[in-house]
Every structure is written in structure tokens, then in C-alpha cells.
């Protein structure tokens, strides 16, 4: 077994941060949808922290050009590399456009979007029925598609730990010792 070379720390800050973060998103996402009596609060915590994950997200993306990670090991697959490049640059992708709809989402039904205190970001849409009645429903649909490719990213990472025991898993997470 070739031991994989470890990303530098901030990557790794970045990575579990960000999967803390997108988690709780996800799982206020669906507590907003269910409950009518926390809507409201839920809401309020919804926005900035999607607005949070976006600017992390592109704090990400240029660290990870800056910083790229390491190499898979050599003996790795070509279809299981296309399959680990092609999911990671799916999830940056939903990373950004998740955020970036439900933005202009709200601007288009024109609600404020207040990141912290009493700041407030620009609309990124015009003001539009029809289109907040397109961009909502999208919202859902690519919010539960990094759901599930979060999941798969999961499931991989959780098969690097303990089935290939390659060392890829533990280039992330400094603090996994290799089972026996």
C-alpha cells in the first residue's frame, strides 16, 4: 500500500467545514419545507449560511487551483479517477449553483437577502413571478442532487477507509488511523 500525500491544511479546514455546513443546509432546507411554525427562523438562518457556502466555495475553488490535491494512488483505475475527478468537479458545480439559484430566487420573488447584521446583498435577478415560480422548484432539484452526490462522495470516501485502505481517505482526514 503507497501511503497518499496529505492536502495542506487548508484544504482540509475548507473540505470539512464546508461538508458541516452544507449538511446543515440541507437538512434546514428540509425542516423549512415541513414545518410551518419554524419557517421563519429556519429561513433567517438558511440565507446567510448559503450565502457563507458560496463565498467558501469560491474561497475553495482557488484554493484548490493553487493548491491541487494530491494524486490519486498509481495503481488506480482509470474509470474510478474519471468517476473521483467528474464527482468532485459535480459538486463544486452544485457548490455554486445551489446557492447562487436560491439568490436569485429571492430576487426575483423580491425578498431582501441579508447576509450578517444588518447587511444586505444586491438582487441578482429582476423581479419576477414566472421566474422565482422556475427558479424555486430548480432550487429543490439541485439542492437534493448535492444531496445525493454528497452521498456518493461519501460512500467513496468511506471505501477508500476501509475497503481499498489506500491512503486517499486519510489525505483528507489527518486524524484516521488505517484499520488492520
Given at each position: 500500500?503507497?501511503?497518499?500525500?496529505?492536502?495542506?491544511?487548508?484544504?482540509?479546514?475548507?473540505?470539512?467545514?464546508?461538508?458541516?455546513?452544507?449538511?446543515?443546509?440541507?437538512?434546514?432546507?428540509?425542516?423549512?419545507?415541513?414545518?410551518?411554525?419554524?419557517?421563519?427562523?429556519?429561513?433567517?438562518?438558511?440565507?446567510?449560511l448559503g450565502i457563507l457556502i458560496l463565498i467558501l466555495v469560491a474561497i475553495r475553488l482557488i484554493n484548490?487551483?493553487?493548491?491541487?490535491?494530491?494524486?490519486?494512488?498509481?495503481?488506480?483505475?482509470?474509470?474510478?479517477?474519471?468517476?473521483?475527478?467528474?464527482?468532485?468537479?459535480?459538486?463544486?458545480?452544485?457548490?455554486?449553483?445551489?446557492?447562487?439559484?436560491?439568490?436569485?430566487?429571492?430576487?426575483?420573488?423580491?425578498?431582501?437577502?441579508?447576509?450578517?447584521?444588518?447587511?444586505?446583498?444586491?438582487?441578482?435577478?429582476?423581479?419576477?413571478?414566472?421566474?422565482f415560480a422556475f427558479l424555486r422548484p430548480l432550487h429543490t432539484v439541485l439542492a437534493l442532487l448535492l444531496?445525493?452526490?454528497?452521498?456518493a462522495h461519501l460512500g467513496a470516501a468511506l471505501m477508500h477507509a476501509l475497503i481499498f485502505r489506500d491512503?486517499?481517505?486519510?489525505?483528507?482526514?489527518?486524524?484516521?488511523?488505517?484499520?488492520?
Amino acid at each position: 500500500m503507497t501511503m497518499a500525500k496529505m492536502f495542506p491544511a487548508l484544504s482540509r479546514i475548507l473540505h470539512w467545514t464546508m461538508a458541516v455546513l452544507i449538511l446543515t443546509m440541507l437538512f434546514i432546507g428540509i425542516a423549512m419545507v415541513s414545518s410551518l411554525s419554524d419557517y421563519h427562523t429556519l429561513v433567517s438562518i438558511h440565507k446567510p449560511l448559503g450565502i457563507l457556502i458560496l463565498i467558501l466555495v469560491a474561497i475553495r475553488l482557488i484554493n484548490r487551483l493553487v493548491n491541487p490535491p494530491p494524486p490519486l494512488p498509481e495503481n488506480f483505475p482509470g474509470v474510478l479517477r474519471f468517476a473521483a475527478d467528474a464527482s468532485h468537479w459535480t459538486l463544486y458545480a452544485l457548490m455554486f449553483a445551489v446557492p447562487l439559484v436560491g439568490w436569485g430566487m429571492l430576487s426575483a420573488a423580491g425578498y431582501p437577502i441579508q447576509f450578517m447584521g444588518g447587511w444586505h446583498l444586491p438582487p441578482i435577478l429582476p423581479h419576477s413571478d414566472a421566474l422565482f415560480a422556475f427558479l424555486r422548484p430548480l432550487h429543490t432539484v439541485l439542492a437534493l442532487l448535492l444531496f445525493a452526490t454528497f452521498l456518493a462522495h461519501l460512500g467513496a470516501a468511506l471505501m477508500h477507509a476501509l475497503i481499498f485502505r489506500d491512503g486517499v481517505f486519510q489525505s483528507m482526514a489527518g486524524w484516521w488511523k488505517q484499520p488492520d
